[in-house]
């Protein structure tokens, strides 16, 4: 579990992302994007279900072995004695620092409820009260005792982190806390009159209305926000999820605390008291959940669930997606009017016992899907980027909360069509004759879905029809069961979450152990992007092995990314074997795994090494990352006989030639054998493959051109990047870069035209030659789009960065934060670079005699 940082506590970003309600999402909007009017989070006819097994979580048993196995709702087996005890230690301290902050937060929503409750009462007894006292002690009954139990917990344990050693004791606060959910007991069964209650007066009593709409939630102790507005039904929902949050902390502690630990017993008497709590909660709750049963008179429960992208009559729509021990069941949410509660609406079920994935010889071709042009979703990416900027303004400027909401809002809808974006075909089949077709954005996310139903189907499973009763009760369950609340966007999370990592991420994929038997095996690389995960490196394939070492080091652009995912796969030569589905042979996927990119580890100088598991596999693999401000920082070669690092136009002149000859041989060797290769320029070469040929260019070796030959075709695309890169000025040169940015800005087509076609005619000449040679190059590289994925907006976002960028001072000048560098430098650098891909071809001799362009000094 990597941890993210939280007012300077670690934070348990898995157990954030399982409870975070209230924020635009799933809950706000049909399955559609359509805006839903906010209804509670479950209703004021049923009480919501605590989830005493968590582990149903994808989130959760994402983090067990290769995310198909669940964590055990049993107590788990402390670390043996002596064992790890420095690292239990020190998971133990971060576990309880991100309990720590999530508590604080908890204890200011609690403050935050009891505001009003004082001058309610006060006003009581007077001849015009707000409400009664009746109805303030039914609204507020328990919420002062919840209160102080936790404000005494937290001020108990607070001294005990922040003073962490070996020998420090807690297990006896977690008892003590255990001991005293009585009180929640008390809470939650008056819950449901506290909800009816405080909704008739908010009916019959304006004031109390405009009370309980805008309760002001302190901010924690460094935000920037002081306060945030949250309605009185959000926050009586919050001691109903506490108490499985303090589940799932003791469910950690024990994990990393040695069974000879003074605390071992009373963690593990702590959750066996928290856990038959929430058992016999959710039976007085709810009844109908054990009535939904299998037709084998098994408890029919739900094993996973998500978002997904179905093909439907030729169109995108996002499904929340719901696996059941026994049933695929897709729904969409129902639209619904003011003051109803939200439910599914089921658009197709099918028993496991039924369905079947078609091999990929099998599958017949997809229906016509209209793929996203790339312009619309570059476009889409500049909106989503120019109103996160718009909203770090109002805030920075504390402007009103419902402008920041209106753009958090155009957010969503812009951020909800790109999720849309996925490609890769997930399509089931039902032996009865319907198939369906998921796409989904990754791999990783296919296999995950395949192989929790797979495993589910080894089960005796029957066939079976639900009638209409049945169908309405299993649909109904799923508002109230799901684990995965929020459409995945960005905009859902909280402001004080971490908001990625913009730059360079640097991973050495060392080995792998594990597997049982010899076979051709390779790893990929994905990381998150803008919601949906995008492949970044592949290891070149290691033959007929057990133990393949690759040490093969990548670098990989973020682009405010949180996650690091690989996945081994066994190599398929068999040519029949192809997808209809998107015509590429299907590779088998030996094991998978993903990891947090916290900050905190991720940011330092030095290598960061990590054993990932997957499946039984273990694959060894370091990373560090480069801000991309320090990245990008051109530092001019002392060794002024190369070609890195050196002024383009002193290597064109002590090379006689007009384009570099590194520019020319590396364009050559990926015209005769990489243009057809997927994802050319965008998939990342090995970096001691790239320094290998940075060495001999740089030498003028003779042995060049038959290295070029031998080596694999992503390092010299990645060598030719190295070079642009390490120019000691952009290629499009700092002094023009003002008025590139100012020239693509421009709204008139014919303004538009004589501007970027006079920058061009200003730069130096050997820049103006090769940046031409460059592009002639990229238009052929994109005239093969159907083949290697890569098209001109793919490649405009590849260069675009490399070629232009602001001078150092220029951007200390206007820039302060890494998604600012993204939203307000990167998107026109892509734009630019696109204006002249799309432009007819572009000659030197004819742009150089052409007067007609208007013509000032730049």
């Not at 790890?84 to 301290?93: D, F, I």
């Not at 030729?314 to 109803?340: I, N, P, W």
């Not at 079947?356 to 989503?384: G, R």
């Not at 480069?626 to 190369?642: C, E, H």
Request: with cysteine; proline share 5%; aromatic share 8%.
């Amino acid at each position: 579990m990597e941890p993210l940082s939280h007012r300077g506590l670690p934070r348990l970003s898995w157990i954030d992302t399982l409870y975070s309600n209230f924020s635009y999402g799933a809950d706000d909007y049909d399955a559609e994007g359509n805006e839903e009017q906010k209804g509670p989070p479950e209703g004021s006819e049923t009480m919501p279900y605590i989830d005493e097994s968590p582990t149903m979580s994808p989130q959760l048993s994402a983090r067990s072995q290769g995310g198909g196995d669940s964590i055990s709702p049993t107590p788990p087996e402390g670390l043996a004695p002596g064992v790890e005890a420095g690292k239990g230690l020190e998971m133990r301290k971060l576990v309880l620092s991100g309990f720590l902050a999530s508590e604080e937060i908890y204890i200011n929503q609690l403050e935050a409820l009891l505001l009003p409750m004082k001058p309610l009462k006060a006003t009581a007894t007077t001849s015009q009260p707000v409400l009664t006292i009746q109805q303030i002690e039914t609204i507020f009954y328990k919420i002062q005792d919840i209160y102080e139990i936790h404000k005494e917990f937290y001020d108990n344990l607070c001294p005990k982190v922040q003073q962490w050693d070996s020998q420090v004791t807690m297990g006896h606060l977690f008892q003590k806390l255990a001991s005293q959910l009585g009180v929640y007991k008390a809470f939650v069964d008056n819950y449901k009159v506290a909800l009816e209650t405080a909704e008739k007066c908010s009916q019959s009593n304006n004031q109390f209305q405009k009370i309980s709409e805008e309760l002001k939630v302190k901010g924690p102790k460094d935000s920037r926000d002081s306060h945030t507005s949250v309605t009185m039904e959000a926050l009586l929902y919050k001691p109903i999820d506490r108490v499985t949050r303090s589940t799932l902390v003791l469910h950690d502690l024990l994990k990393h605390t040695p069974v000879d630990h003074p605390d071992y017993p009373l963690l593990q008497d702590a959750l066996r008291i928290s856990q038959n709590f929430l058992s016999s909660i959710n039976e007085d709750i709810d009844p109908r959940r054990t009535a939904v049963t299998t037709p084998k008179g098994e408890t029919r429960q739900l094993v996973k669930d998500g978002f997904l992208v179905e093909v439907s009559e030729g169109s995108r729509k996002l499904r929340h997606v719901f696996l059941f021990t026994d049933v695929l069941l897709c729904a969409k949410l129902k639209k619904t009017s003011a003051g109803k509660h939200q439910q599914y609406d089921c658009k197709w079920y099918i028993p496991l016992a039924d369905l079947v994935f078609p091999s990929p010889e099998e599958s017949e071709a997809s229906p016509q899907v209209h793929p996203f042009p790339d312009h619309e979703l570059e476009d889409m990416k500049m909106k989503i980027s120019a109103l996160k900027s718009e909203i770090q303004k109002e805030k920075a400027n504390k402007g009103q909360s419902r402008a920041i909401e209106r753009l958090k809002k155009k957010m969503f809808e812009n951020e909800f069509l790109l999720l849309l974006f996925p490609t890769i075909p997930l399509r089931i089949h039902n032996r009865n004759g319907k198939s369906y077709l998921f796409l989904l954005s990754s791999d990783y996310e296919r296999s995950e879905w395949r192989e929790a139903i797979q495993k589910l189907q080894k089960k005796d499973l029957q066939a079976f029809v639900l009638s209409s009763v049945e169908l309405q009760v299993l649909t109904g369950s799923c508002f109230k069961l799901r684990t995965v609340h929020n459409i995945p966007v960005t905009s859902n999370k909280d402001d004080d979450e971490s908001p990625g990592l913009y730059g360079f991420l640097h991973v050495i994929v060392h080995s792998a152990k594990g597997f049982k038997q010899s076979a051709n095996l390779y790893c990929t690389l994905e990381v998150d992007s803008f919601g949906y995960f995008v492949s970044k490196a592949k290891t070149r394939v290691f033959r007929d092995t057990t133990e393949p070492k690759w040490d093969e080091e990548f670098e990989i652009e973020l682009e405010g990314s949180q996650s690091l995912r690989i996945l081994c796969y066994e190599k398929c030569y068999d040519k029949t074997k192809v997808n209809k589905d998107n015509n590429e042979i299907v590779d088998k996927i030996m094991g998978k795994g993903q990891i947090q990119l916290d900050p905190q580890t991720v940011e330092t100088k030095n290598w960061h090494t990590d054993v990932i598991e997957m499946n039984g596999i273990k694959v060894e693999f370091s990373m560090k990352f480069t801000s991309r401000d320090m990245s990008l920082k051109r530092t001019p070669s002392k060794k002024q006989s190369g070609v890195f690092g050196v002024k383009i136009s002193v290597v064109t002149k002590r090379e006689r030639s007009k384009v570099p000859y590194i520019v020319r041989q590396c364009v050559e060797e990926v015209e005769k054998r990489g243009i057809e290769e997927v994802g050319i320029y965008r998939i990342s070469g090995v970096a001691t493959d790239i320094q290998a040929l940075k060495a001999v260019f740089d030498a003028n070796n003779k042995d060049i051109l038959l290295m070029l030959s031998d080596m694999d075709i992503n390092a010299i695309a990645g060598t030719l990047k190295l070079y642009f890169r390490e120019l000691p000025e952009p290629l499009l040169t700092d002094r023009l870069y003002p008025a590139f940015m100012e020239g693509i800005a421009l709204s008139d087509p014919a303004a538009k035209e004589n501007c970027m076609m006079h920058l061009l005619r200003s730069l130096p000449d050997p820049n103006l030659i090769t940046f031409l040679f460059l592009l002639e190059h990229l238009k052929r590289v994109a005239e093969k789009e159907p083949v290697n994925k890569m098209s001109l907006h793919n490649l405009a976002t590849v260069f675009g960065p490399t070629l232009l960028r602001p001078s150092e001072v220029e951007s200390k000048a206007h820039l302060t934060s890494a998604a600012d560098i993204w939203s307000h430098d990167v998107m026109a650098q892509v734009q630019v670079l696109l204006y002249y891909l799309q432009h007819p071809p572009i000659s030197f001799a004819e742009l150089k005699r052409n007067t007609l362009y208007f013509s000032t000094d730049v």
